[in-house]
Structures are given as C-alpha cells and as structure tokens.
C-alpha cells in the first residue's frame, strides 16, 4: 500500500495505532478514493498530523443504533 510518498508493504510496516474517522453511510473499497469535507478543529488537526507523520487514518461506521459515549463522542462498529 502507498499514502502518499510513503510505502507499507508489509504488516510489520504499518504503524502500531492510527487515528480513526468515523464517518455513517461510508463505504470505501481498496483502492477508492473519498473526498470528505473535514471542518471540525479536531478533525483538521487529525489531519494534520496524519499528514506529517505516516500518513493514514482509519475511517470506520459509527455504531448503527447512534449510540453515544460518555464524552458525547459516537460508539463505532465493533471491527
């Protein structure tokens, strides 16, 4: 796989944590590509230092009931 200038060709390669993205009613194939609108600060800054550093970011399906965690963020999918 590739992001950018940066390669990963092996599991070993990827990085141990990535930030995630959730995002309802998405579906992305390898390969795909998905223009989001990002706007929130905390998503920029997300961003932003994906962009600095290796360059990926987990995009995963809010938990289909719309239940929220206690600091308001949603529950996601179980992967």
């Not at 390969?31 to 360059?55: H, K, S, T």
Request: with cysteine; aromatic share 6%; proline share 11%.
């Amino acid at each position: 796989m590739q992001a950018g200038n940066a390669h990963y060709r092996l599991a070993k390669d990827l990085p141990s944590t990535i930030p995630i993205f959730p995002l309802e009613g998405a579906l992305l194939l390898p390969g795909g590509r998905m223009p989001l609108n990002i706007f929130e600060p905390r998503y920029l800054q997300m961003v932003d230092e994906a962009i600095a550093g290796p360059r990926l970011i987990g995009v995963i399906q809010p938990s289909l009931d719309g239940a929220l965690r206690g600091d308001g963020e949603p529950e996601l999918c179980n992967v």
